[in-house]
């Protein structure tokens, strides 16, 4: 098993542009969600799944949007890319079910916006 | 509203030194309390889960326990490959399905 993957690893962009970030995971997690993490700030909660076809915003949620077309793979979208939103990214799976709720974390994407 | 809070922020400790790591948290009806390690440019761990108070859990070095209103990550001898920042994090049942994360302890192990 892979776990949860992420990409891409690395990503430079200019203020304004967009771009995707992919996240898989291969145990078939119900719950799957999406984070960044900048210093002194801890994990931030972007938006979250708890299923295909459903979509949260969590505590960050502004100028980012999410899909989960397929069970597996939610998708971390930035429109128009602000110098704010230069982070590392990570994604997790959870399979909250059976008093399990503990996440599985992907390895993260690093993004500056320049 | 759920808080998590974590201390020291940052922890040295010589090999063999043990010491314990806390997490004091405020949530309304807790429903999980979890330990993650992260070490750095990679994405955390899952270590434990604890669900009430009184429970234990343990992993080779690390052993987690939990009151109503903190846990502990005692570090009993660490090593140098205990180096690295530990999370804390809580589900409460008014937080859905989120988890809400502490900022951390960075831990470093000097031989």
């Given at each position: 098993?892979a776990g949860?993957t992420q990409?891409p690893k690395f990503r430079v962009?200019?203020?304004?542009q967009s ?6 995971q291969?145990?078939n ?5 999406w984070?960044?993490q900048?210093p ?6 972007i ?17 980012y949007?999410?899909?989960r077309?397929?069970k597996?793979n939610f ?8 110098p704010?939103?230069t982070?590392?990214y990570f ?5 909250w079910e059976?008093?399990r709720?503990?996440?599985?974390f ?7 916006v320049? | 509203?759920d808080?998590?809070t974590?201390?020291?922020e940052?922890?040295r ?9 806390n997490c004091?948290?405020?949530?309304s009806?807790l429903?999980?309390l979890?330990?993650?390690r992260q070490?750095?440019?990679k994405?955390p761990?899952?270590l434990?889960?604890l ?6 859990k ?6 987690a326990?939990?009151t109503?209103?903190?846990?502990f990550?005692h ?5 140098p490959e205990?180096s ?6 809580v589900?409460g049942y008014?937080s859905?399905s989120?988890?809400?994360?502490g900022?951390g302890?960075r831990?470093?192990i000097r031989?």
């Amino acid at each position: 098993n892979a776990g949860v993957t992420q990409t891409p690893k690395f990503r430079v962009l200019k203020t304004g542009q967009s771009m995707t970030l992919l996240c898989a995971q291969d145990m078939n997690h119900e719950y799957m969600y999406w984070y960044r993490q900048d210093p002194g700030m801890g994990l931030r909660l972007i938006h979250y799944s708890v299923g295909e076809g459903t979509t949260a915003k969590g505590e960050v949620p502004d100028g980012y949007n999410v899909s989960r077309l397929k069970k597996q793979n939610f998708l971390l979208g930035l429109e128009s890319a602000a110098p704010s939103q230069t982070s590392v990214y990570f994604c997790a799976s959870s399979p909250w079910e059976g008093g399990r709720y503990e996440q599985y974390f992907g390895p993260g994407t690093r993004l500056t916006v320049t | 509203e759920d808080q998590v809070t974590q201390s020291p922020e940052a922890l040295r400790l010589q090999e063999g030194e043990s010491s314990s790591l806390n997490c004091s948290y405020t949530v309304s009806g807790l429903r999980g309390l979890f330990w993650y390690r992260q070490d750095p440019g990679k994405g955390p761990e899952f270590l434990f889960t604890l669900y009430s108070a009184g429970e234990e859990k343990e992993k080779e070095r690390l052993k987690a326990t939990l009151t109503k209103k903190e846990s502990f990550l005692h570090i009993t001898a660490p090593k140098p490959e205990d180096s690295a920042t530990y999370l804390c994090a809580v589900r409460g049942y008014s937080s859905a399905s989120k988890i809400i994360f502490g900022s951390g302890t960075r831990l470093s192990i000097r031989p």
